[in-house]
């Protein structure tokens, strides 16, 4: 049975005003994220933060209004196969609502376990050719390790904090355009906005003792800000030359601790990402479907390494060794 596309995407949109609203009236991110994915959240009080009694009622309404939807959207999807709506919803072409674990649950493809079933550590590899990577890893869903990838990148003499702080604060409109096109995660940090981040104390972005410590990542949409990245990095050696990168360019940074929480992406393209400066341990699980005959397994990823990674097929956390700032930049191919 079809649900006629116009009620898919009045739906669809009103899951977008809702979700826009909850944002407009001052609910937190973490807080609207929690609430996609159907968790149960408990707004604590926390210094410089309160909610006065008014604006509560209205959050737990729209709360319990969004849970509500998601669920209706979630069960039709399934239901009348809408789910490529649900997943254009989600990555972001009408609407961005990142991390949202209960919907994209729904829309997944499942995992074809045989990408796993003998790996046991993750493949690494030094000058390897763009027919082998082709042949072994680059659609295959199986990561691999590539050493010293980045040689000729004068990004490795380049980005750092203030790199990215001075290039953002100078292109017009690109924090802008990261609040409203792009996509920013504070992790465990306080940070709402890229811009916040930059605003932080010398002292904090030198991780100086007795400061705070954060990890953040974003992906970039801004063309003056892409072009400029990309005078420092070229596409990776090995990806062949018919493969079209993303014009994302997704960048983390930060410092030693837990990187990124255990999450799947829904992104549907594999990913790259460069070890610009900093090291790296990523944790590959399975997803459940291929827990029987998969294994979890750990990589680190040195300065100058290239990770590739399906993160639609692999559940990932990261964590950031201590030392060096942790700066890393990739993108998705096809
Ligand atoms: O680099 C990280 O800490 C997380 C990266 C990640 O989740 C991704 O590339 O999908
Ligand atoms: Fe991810």
Redesign the pocket.
Known sequence: MELKSDAKLKLIDKFCELHKEATKRGLRRDVIHAVFQGKIVRVTKEPGYRLDPWLTKVTWGLAIVIVVLATVLGILAHQFDFKEEVTMLVKGSRCIVDNNGFLMEIARPKTNCHICENLVTVPVENNISTEDFLQKYAYTAVPVLVKEATRKWSAMDTFSFRFFRDLYTSVNGSLHAVEEDCQFFPYKTEFETLEEVFNMTEERADFKDGEKLW?V?WSNCHPGVSSVLREHYQKPYFLPNDTESSALD?I?MGGTGL??FI?L?Y?QRP?W?AQISGV?T?SLIPTPECEHVCQSMNVTVQKGDIFV?D?NQWY???Y?HPGEI?I?I?SEYD
């Open positions: 990890y990542g997704w983390f990187g990124a999450h992406d992104v990913s990402q790296k990523w990674v993160t990932h956390a990261t950031i942790s890393t990739g």
